[in-house]
Each structure stands twice: as C-alpha cells, then as structure tokens.
C-alpha cells in the first residue's frame, strides 16, 4: 500500500474508533450534558448526547440538528454533530461542523483535533497538520493530537526521527520496587506514556509512526505468584468476552513463556481497518506482563514486524544509574 493511501486508512481508524460520544474527562467541555434550561436547544443536545452514548448516531444526528435549528450559534452542538457525522462516515458534513464550532467558539482544541482527524481521511495533510498544531497550541497536553500530528508529518517526509544511541534500549517499563527492567529493543518507537496509574498498574504506550505500530503494556502486581495458568485462564476470557466488532483469523499459542492470543478486526461501524491485534500474558515473580501489539491496514508482510517486537522483550537488572 502506498504511504499516502495508508496514512489515510490511518487517519480513518482513528476518526472512528474515537468517534463515540462517551464523555472523557480530558476533553472537559467536549460531549457533556448541559445544565437544564427553559431552552429547548439544549434538551434536544442533551438527548442527541444520550442517543450517541448508545451508538444511535442518526438519533443524535436529528436531534443536533434541532439544537443548531433552536440556536444556530451553539458550538458545542456543531461539535457533537462533526463527531455523529464523523461516526456514520459523513467526513465533508463533519468538517464543515468541526469549523462552525471553531468559527464559533475561538478556543476549542478539541475541534481542532477532530478536524485534522477528518481532514487526514479525505487526504488533506497540510489541512491535519495546521488543524493538530492548532490543537496544540490552545493545549499542549494533548498526546492525541500529538499523535495525529506526527502522522501528518511523517506522510508529509516532514518528521525526521531522532536516532537513539547503539544499545540503548528504547522502551522499558518497571515498578520502582522491583530489581528489573523489562526492555523493548524497539528503536523507531515514540512514547506516549509511562507512568505508574492510579490503580497501582505501570504502563507504557508507544508508537511508531512509520509502521503505525501501537506497542502498550501493563505490569499489575498480584498477592502471592503470578502464574501461567492464570495467563492461560484470562486469555481465554478474553476471547469469550463479547465484542462489538468481529473478530478473524483467531490464533492461540504459546511462545517463550507466553500465553498469545491474535486476532483481526475487519471493520468497525462499517469501515474497513484490518487491525491485527496480538495480546501475550507473562508471569514474572508477583507481576502478570500483559502486552499489546496492534496495527490497522495490517497485511502478511507485518507478520514479521510484530514478531520481531515481541521476541525482543526482555527483563534485565537494575542498574545504579535506573531512574526507575
């Protein structure tokens, strides 16, 4: 596939598998419920955030439409309406809203970042990036848009990675209490977070923009051993949990004291993305190593790259010099 047609696949799977009208708390104002009024635009709002929560997309989509109608200047509606038309594919009517909403209401880094997702999709790369620095702009803490951007870029030849110094590991995750390290010779990899959560869970995100390879792992420590049957009993359940998507070419199998799982997800909403997703449960003392690896427009060829991350895992001691 050539680059530009797989950043625009890219750009597709992003638009949509964050296209769900679920709140998030980093999005602040973004698809919230608005206090009730004597007004009639916001009930049809509330109940278009309500219809979207379920996933009836043109449920929401008539009732923002009545909200927009009731009060034409109402940036949040014209926001949520970009994000319904986003998920039923309607990328032109999403555009047009996420610049309405802006035109609307001047700081709005969430709008920037939804119309650079829709953008990329229709193959406006220069469009993405002014949309993600944008974004950026009005909030540097927005590993999202980050992301998208770099993407933009990298279809643009306008991001040059920074070469890491020969045997270096690039990617590493631990607890401050253990006496080792568990190490990813994984090079060409961006990391979007490392940190220790609220849970008690350690967990590394990264990314490598060129293969759009998604590498994440979470350390959870247990009372007593971790063990490989364990393993063994929740990649099972992973696999009989219901999904809302299909799932093909569903792989079991164990690798270097790995319990693996693999499967692909043809479409989701609709619209092709091929991501292949592989899931490997390790037990190390009293902490269960669970990693994913995942891809969209994924083809045999990435078969290799995918095992190649994995088979480079590998658990080193500490060092005086280990921050971590």
Not at 278 to 292: E, N, Q, R
Request: proline share 6%; charged share 25%; with cysteine.
């Amino acid at each position: 596939m050539k680059p530009y047609l797989r950043l625009r696949v890219v750009f597709l799977s992003m638009a949509l598998l964050t296209a769900r009208f679920v709140a998030v708390a980093e999005e602040h104002s973004a698809l919230t419920w608005l206090s009730p009024q004597q007004d009639d635009a916001v009930t049809h709002y509330n109940l278009g955030i309500t219809l979207g929560a379920k996933g009836d997309f043109n449920g929401a989509i008539a009732e923002l439409r009545t909200a927009i109608d009731e009060r034409p200047n109402f940036p949040r509606a014209h926001y949520a309406l970009g994000r319904a038309l986003g998920a039923t594919h309607d990328m032109d009517g999403a555009i047009v809203e996420f610049r309405t909403a802006i035109a609307q209401q001047a700081n709005y880094p969430e709008a920037h970042y939804y119309l650079g997702n829709a953008l990329g999709v229709k193959g406006d790369f220069d469009g993405a990036i002014t949309e993600f620095r944008m974004a950026l702009a009005q909030r540097p803490d927005y590993p999202e848009a980050q992301v998208g951007l770099n993407r933009a870029m990298g279809v643009k030849g306008a991001l040059v990675p920074t070469p890491e110094p020969t045997g270096v590991p690039r990617l590493s995750i631990t607890f401050p209490d253990e006496p080792w390290i568990l190490t990813f010779d994984a090079m060409d990899f961006a990391v979007q977070k490392n940190e220790l959560q609220p849970d008690g869970r350690a967990y590394l995100l990264a990314e490598n923009q060129t293969t759009t390879i998604t590498l994440s792992v979470y350390l959870a420590r247990v009372s007593g051993s971790a063990t490989e049957a364990d393993c063994d009993k929740t990649q099972k359940q992973r696999l009989e949990e219901k999904a809302e998507f299909k799932r093909d070419a569903v792989v079991t199998r164990k690798s270097g004291g790995m319990t693996i799982v693999e499967y692909t997800i043809p479409e989701f909403q609709g619209a092709p993305v091929q991501q292949r997703n592989l899931f490997a449960c390790l037990p190390k003392g009293d902490v269960y190593v669970d990693i994913h690896i995942s891809k969209p427009a994924f083809t045999p060829q990435d078969e290799k790259l995918f095992g190649d991350i994995l088979s480079s895992a590998h658990f080193l001691q500490k060092t005086s010099t280990d921050s971590k």
